[in-house]
């Protein structure tokens, strides 16, 4: 059974650096590509980043200068590290299995973690 | 970037009722399309890929098509677990890009 879990510290300071983790389960990190979504509150979804099966990255233009996402294959584990937050990335954030192939989509997501960026 | 245009941002229903929700790419995007519905407070589950191809689980009554530029999102006969919001989503260019959202209610 494939599952995703969100992590992270629920509040953070404007201009400070936001650190998640996506715990899986059910599922190889080094055959599974997992992406980045958030949602700001009342808002739609914006994909942040992907990381590949075999490691690699790729992310979204708009927000490519403070992103990092990264992984740990042995703890099954994928990280987003996000610098110099600001209000407008006040988001849940969720964490999805991308399936790639001919098509790619998000088959199986996180609950996601809320984030709030205030002082 | 590709520009996902929804429509309508919301509409209600009744039981029983066929609805549609239609996006509009604004370059063509080959099929490459999903459909996800979101309840309140939950992750988004996947509904449509390939723009016409059921997820596994997904009730029959749910049904995507479209070609080019434009894609819709049926459901034949509206049951009280479809309230929720609906998005589609294009990954034929990066950045992958989501429609604003179409929020159904019951009637």
């Known amino acids: 059974q494939v599952q995703l879990k969100e992590s992270g510290p629920g509040l953070v300071q404007p201009s400070q650096t936001l650190s998640l983790t996506c715990t899986v389960s059910?599922?190889?990190?080094?055959?599974?590509?997992v992406s980045w979504i958030r949602q700001p509150p009342g808002k739609g979804l914006e994909w942040m980043g992907v990381?590949?099966?075999?490691?690699?990255?790729d992310y979204n233009s708009a927000i490519k200068s403070r992103l990092s996402i990264s992984r740990d294959t042995s703890k099954s584990q994928v990280f987003l590290k996000m610098n110099s937050l600001q209000t407008e990335d006040t988001a849940m954030y969720f964490c999805?299995?991308?399936?790639?192939?001919?098509?790619?989509?998000?088959?199986?997501w996180g609950p996601g973690t809320m984030v709030t960026v205030s002082s | 970037d590709i520009q996902m245009t929804q429509s309508p941002a919301s509409l209600s229903a009744s039981l029983g009722e066929t609805v549609s929700i239609e996006c509009l790419a604004s370059?063509?995007?080959?099929?490459?399309l999903a459909w996800y519905q979101q309840k309140s407070g939950k992750s988004p589950q996947l509904l449509i890929y390939?723009?016409?191809r059921l997820q596994d689980g997904v009730p029959s009554r749910f049904s995507g098509s479209g070609s080019g530029t434009r894609y819709s999102l049926k459901i034949s006969g509206m049951q009280p677990e479809d309230e929720a919001d609906y998005f589609c989503?294009?990954?034929?260019?990066?950045?992958?890009?989501f429609g604003s959202g179409t929020k159904l209610e019951i009637k």
């Open positions: 390939a723009a016409s």
């Open positions: 059910g599922l190889s990190l080094t055959s599974n590509s």
């Open positions: 989503q294009q990954s034929y260019k990066y950045p992958l890009t």
């Open positions: 990381i590949w099966s075999n490691g690699g990255t």
């Open positions: 370059e063509g995007i080959s099929n490459d």
């Open positions: 999805a299995r991308m399936r790639t192939g001919n098509y790619w989509y998000f088959d199986f």
